[in-house]
């Protein structure tokens, strides 16, 4: 198979949560520890730092990787989900995975797969450690796809973890409750092993105080920081919260010796040295429009922040949702002064733009509706004036689709 035809079977033969939802997707670590045991378990081959969150994972995790890159190491990143390539899953030193090692690694183990049902997850998840053993990293950034304690990821034994905002996401998962959520982000938590907490939450501190206090794994606070101001190349005001705990990380991973001045420079190169995209990512002026994959209600209220610190004429929003997000409470804390573009990502999870729209309508809020994320988005640029500002978000899948 050459690499379309790879990832097209990646997808078609494989449970995948991004594509089919709940009833698909595997909880628990049994196939990805049968997996790793194949390939020699290749995740205890190299040094890594585990992250979980609801919101501020993504952005830590290549701020991470910037600042270890910047201090001139071989450093790998496992992130997910992607934006148009399934190669940005697994970087080294910001260059994706070549298409010859996905088609090798497939084509090596695909009767596995096949006759043992694996996920795609635990298959990418199993495919970034072995890559990551072969290229002999010096240290891998490793995000959680969802959750924590359940989550493939989390078979390996990290030298640090950290854990970004929580906050209400995949509740069908982890449950209904934030303090359920930060039990299930906790199982990160290992013995004897340190964690941060990049974000002070005072319903949810207990959670992982109590956890930490089992594993005996010392914590540390983000109350705890000092305020280093660290400005970043990641626009949006929430990038301190995550700089907080990045910086603390960088701290007490002592046996990597990075100076103060190392951390400036990877933070703001973090787009350089990772190609991240889709945070708060302005690919427009005049009028200006920015991009962010924030899909949930606390990343939601962090953009009204930013909106409400900005400067523009009329605020257009170009927006659209997945199924099984809560998009009712989402609408209802947007602006009623605000013009939408109410839209559909192309993808088989896609919320139907006339369940929002209609939705919309109740709650008296001014906008149309678009077969697609490009219809939306071009008619919103023919309607503005200059000093206008456009903002794209709702899915991951929405910005994706403006960028391809």
Same mark, same amino acid.
Request: aromatic residues 12%; positive net charge.
């Given at each position: 198979?050459?690499?379309? $035809?790879?990832?097209? &079977?990646?997808?078609?033969?494989?449970?995948?949560?991004?594509?089919?939802?709940?009833?698909?997707?595997?909880?628990?670590?049994?196939?990805?520890?049968?997996?790793?045991?194949?390939?020699?378990?290749? $995740?205890?081959?190299?040094?890594?730092?585990?992250?979980?969150?609801?919101?501020?994972?993504?952005?830590?995790?290549?701020?991470?990787?910037?600042?270890?890159?910047?201090?001139?190491?071989?450093?790998?990143?496992?992130?997910?989900?992607?934006?148009?390539?399934?190669?940005?899953?697994?970087?080294?030193?910001?260059?994706?995975?070549?298409?010859?090692?996905?088609?090798?690694?497939?084509?090596?183990?695909?009767?596995?797969?096949?006759?043992?049902?694996?996920?795609?997850?635990?298959?990418?998840?199993?495919?970034?450690?072995?890559?990551?053993?072969?290229?002999?990293?010096?240290?891998?950034?490793?995000?959680?796809?969802?959750?924590?304690?359940?989550?493939?990821?989390?078979?390996?034994?990290?030298?640090?973890?950290?854990?970004?905002?929580?906050?209400?996401?995949?509740?069908?998962?982890?449950?209904?409750?934030?303090?359920?959520?930060?039990?299930?982000?906790?199982?990160?938590?290992?013995?004897?092993?340190?964690?941060?907490?990049?974000?002070? $939450?005072?319903?949810?501190?207990?959670?992982?105080?109590?956890?930490?206090?089992?594993?005996?794994?010392?914590?540390?606070?983000?109350?705890?920081?000092?305020?280093?101001?660290?400005?970043?190349?990641?626009?949006?005001?929430?990038?301190?919260?995550?700089?907080?705990?990045?910086?603390?990380?960088?701290?007490?991973?002592?046996?990597?010796?990075?100076?103060?001045?190392?951390?400036?420079?990877?933070?703001?190169?973090?787009?350089?040295?990772?190609?991240?995209?889709?945070? &708060?990512?302005?690919?427009?002026?005049?009028?200006?429009?920015?991009?962010?994959?924030?899909?949930?209600?606390?990343?939601?209220?962090?953009?009204?922040?930013?909106?409400?610190?900005?400067?523009?004429?009329?605020?257009?929003?170009?927006?659209?949702?997945?199924?099984?997000?809560?998009?009712?409470?989402?609408?209802?804390?947007?602006?009623?002064?605000?013009?939408?573009?109410?839209? $559909?990502?192309?993808?088989?999870?896609?919320?139907?733009?006339?369940?929002?729209?209609?939705?919309?309508?109740?709650?008296?809020?001014?906008?149309?509706?678009?077969?697609?994320?490009?219809?939306?988005?071009?008619?919103?640029?023919?309607?503005?004036?200059?000093?206008?500002?456009?903002?794209?978000?709702?899915?991951?899948?929405?910005?994706?689709?403006?960028?391809?």
């Amino acid at each position: 198979m050459n690499f379309k $035809q790879t990832v097209n &079977w990646l997808y078609d033969q494989l449970p995948v949560y991004q594509r089919d939802g709940f009833f698909k997707h595997k909880l628990n670590l049994d196939s990805i520890k049968a997996v790793c045991n194949k390939l020699n378990n290749p $995740q205890n081959n190299f040094k890594s730092i585990h992250i979980a969150g609801t919101n501020g994972k993504g952005s830590s995790s290549h701020m991470l990787a910037s600042i270890f890159h910047e201090a001139g190491y071989k450093v790998g990143l496992y992130t997910s989900p992607h934006l148009n390539s399934f190669r940005e899953r697994i970087k080294i030193n910001g260059l994706m995975i070549s298409e010859h090692d996905v088609i090798d690694f497939v084509k090596n183990n695909k009767s596995y797969f096949s006759n043992n049902k694996i996920s795609f997850f635990e298959m990418t998840v199993a495919m970034a450690f072995d890559y990551f053993s072969n290229s002999q990293v010096d240290i891998a950034i490793i995000e959680t796809g969802l959750g924590g304690r359940l989550d493939a990821t989390n078979i390996i034994d990290p030298i640090l973890s950290l854990i970004t905002n929580v906050g209400l996401d995949h509740q069908e998962f982890l449950g209904k409750e934030i303090r359920k959520i930060a039990f299930e982000k906790a199982g990160i938590i290992k013995n004897n092993i340190p964690v941060v907490v990049s974000e002070y $939450q005072q319903d949810i501190h207990d959670v992982f105080l109590n956890k930490a206090k089992k594993m005996n794994a010392s914590i540390f606070l983000s109350d705890d920081f000092e305020d280093f101001e660290y400005p970043t190349d990641l626009n949006g005001r929430f990038q301190r919260k995550n700089i907080k705990g990045v910086v603390k990380v960088i701290e007490l991973v002592t046996e990597f010796n990075i100076k103060n001045k190392i951390i400036k420079k990877g933070l703001l190169n973090v787009v350089k040295n990772t190609n991240l995209r889709g945070r &708060w990512d302005v690919i427009h002026e005049s009028p200006k429009v920015v991009l962010d994959v924030g899909h949930n209600l606390n990343a939601f209220k962090e953009n009204l922040k930013m909106f409400n610190n900005l400067n523009y004429n009329k605020l257009r929003i170009v927006i659209g949702f997945v199924k099984g997000k809560d998009y009712v409470k989402v609408l209802k804390l947007l602006p009623k002064s605000a013009f939408y573009y109410f839209c $559909q990502p192309n993808n088989s999870r896609a919320l139907p733009v006339e369940q929002i729209y209609d939705y919309s309508k109740k709650i008296k809020l001014k906008g149309n509706s678009f077969n697609s994320v490009e219809s939306a988005y071009k008619t919103s640029l023919n309607e503005s004036n200059q000093n206008d500002f456009i903002y794209v978000g709702g899915s991951n899948f929405v910005v994706a689709d403006l960028l391809k």
